[in-house]
């Protein structure tokens, strides 16, 4: 059976033909232009438009026959709709921290936070689509008047895709809207927010599938009727093709943004709320945290710190291992606010301790090391509740860098694990495409293999437990006072 797997991340699309017999085939990876996404905003249509031609040109040349289509989109997007269902807005991403101001209003009432926080794992922030109506409705009440339709970059896709009109539940367990107890739109919650339930789609597991569009089958070449799985948030796939839907394994992932999850039976609620908790599929819940910066403060350090020298990130790599690690300058990596553990939307990214003598390696050193510390946190926070995982699964762009991966193996003194697949999460949407239609019976039971395991130098690691301290006291020193005026 041929899977058509496709992803509309943060800042790229992506098409794959995978086999269940050969594995992955092919994949085309096309990054997104700024006329279709800022990271902040998207473009719908643009967006539609890019996949649509990735399609044709990944299928030009193949003799494979599609049996189905398969998809992967990204968390805690808002898109609004007008009467037709055309878009109204562009696609807010998870990146949008535009309603800062307005959430920290709600933050500071104590009660709320844990009325929330326990009905949907999620945090009062402005990522997530709840938030980011809320700040519509009071900054743009015209616009949002205009409005009759809420949904996400997923549906947006599967609806122009089959023409039905669903949700994913893994998808609307990141909006802020969906009981992570009842797995369900919360009324509770809608009310508060002024949102009446017709404007939501209905909810489906991330297996359901609808056939093809006669007319969509024929743009692409593809045979009409053929099943498209709805599938769910890239984050969740990951969990998926990573084989970690059972319990003890942590997936790391380092891409544009970066996340640790863990799959439980039951929801993981902390006290102190610094991790969240959505939901996967088959009843199992995902346990994890995340930050907003990981390759995207790569990118930005590349692109407009240096943009005219021309470096490539393996000239970075070499400059940045060259960097005497004890005196690097300290990057707190929040080019886009903070997630977890503090949950601080307004935080911004510095250098702290930069001298005359620090050059480029010794700078690019602190951001790969910053990301990471920032993870960091994030693990120690849920290993507090959760325990130490069996083994730590890694996978993204970081798979790119052999010394970024024995950075990380350093800084969590643990042995981490590559996948051996690039694409984790377009991988993730094939195998669950392949357990919806029978091919897998038990996707728990899913093994990807294993790359190559990374393990720490214990004299590294105590250099990095040091450096991570001095990390923490600037992270505390730079903590700012919620603003709401």
């Given amino acids: 059976m041929n899977i058509l797997a496709l992803e509309t991340s943060t800042s790229a699309s992506k098409a794959a033909i995978y086999s269940s017999e050969e594995g992955l085939i092919k994949v085309l990876s096309i990054p997104y232009v700024e006329g279709i996404s800022d990271t902040i905003t998207q473009d719908a249509k643009g967006v539609l438009n890019l996949l649509i031609n990735e399609i044709k040109e990944i299928l030009k040349s193949d003799t494979y026959e599609i049996d189905a289509i398969s998809l992967s989109g990204i968390w805690h997007s808002l898109l609004l709709l007008d009467k037709d269902r055309e878009p109204l807005t562009p696609i807010y991403t998870w990146a949008d921290t535009r309603p800062a101001k307005t959430v920290a209003e709600y933050r500071r009432d104590e009660e709320l936070w844990n009325w929330f926080y326990n009905k949907t794992g999620c945090a009062i922030h402005s990522l997530y689509p709840l938030w980011k109506v809320i700040h519509l409705k009071k900054e743009e009440p015209a616009l949002f008047k205009k409005a009759c339709y809420i949904t996400s970059q ?4 599967f609806e122009q895709l089959t023409g039905e009109r669903v949700e994913s539940k893994t998808i ?14 919360d009324e509770d919650l809608l009310k508060f927010a002024g949102i009446s339930p017709s404007m939501l789609c209905e909810l489906r597991e991330a297996t359901f599938y609808a056939p093809l569009k006669e007319d969509m089958a024929q743009l692409l070449g593809l045979k009409s009727g053929i099943p498209v799985i709805i599938g769910g948030a890239d984050g969740a796939l990951n969990q998926v093709g990573a084989g970690a839907l059972k319990n003890g394994i942590m997936t ?5 943004s970066g996340a640790i999850r863990l799959a439980y039976d039951e929801p993981v609620l902390p006290v102190n709320r610094s991790t969240w908790c959505y939901y996967s599929l088959n009843e199992k819940r995902l346990a994890g945290a995340a930050t907003s910066g990981a390759g995207n403060c790569l990118e930005w350090f590349k692109k407009r710190v240096y943009k005219g020298l021309g470096l490539g990130y393996k000239e970075l790599d070499e400059m940045a291992a060259k960097a005497n690690i004890q005196t690097a300058p300290i990057f707190l990596p929040f080019l886009y606010g903070e997630r977890n553990p503090g949950w601080q939307d307004s935080r911004q990214a510095s250098f702290m301790g930069i001298k005359g003598h620090h050059e480029i390696g010794d700078l690019f050193h602190g951001v790969l090391e910053g990301v990471l510390f920032n993870l960091y946190q994030c693990y120690k926070a849920l290993t507090e509740i959760t325990g130490e995982p069996k083994e730590i699964r890694i996978s ?7 010394h970024w991966l024995q950075m990380a193996a350093d800084i969590f003194n643990r042995d981490i694990i590559t996948s051996g697949i690039q694409h984790m999460s377009t991988v993730g949407a094939a195998v669950l495409a392949l357990n919806a239609l029978g091919e897998i019976t038990d996707i728990e039971k899913y093994e990807p293999g294993s790359g190559q395991k990374y393990t720490p130098n214990k004299d590294k690691s105590e250099i990095y437990q040091d450096r991570y301290r001095e990390y923490l006291y600037y992270y505390q020193m730079t903590r700012q006072e919620e603003v709401t005026k």
């Fill in 154 to 157: 997923l549906q947006y896709i």
């Fill in 172 to 185: 609307a367990s990141g909006t802020g809207m969906f009981n992570i107890h009842s797995l369900d739109w």
């Fill in 252 to 256: 790391l992932s380092v891409g544009t």
């Fill in 396 to 402: 993204g762009g970081i798979e790119n860098s052999p």
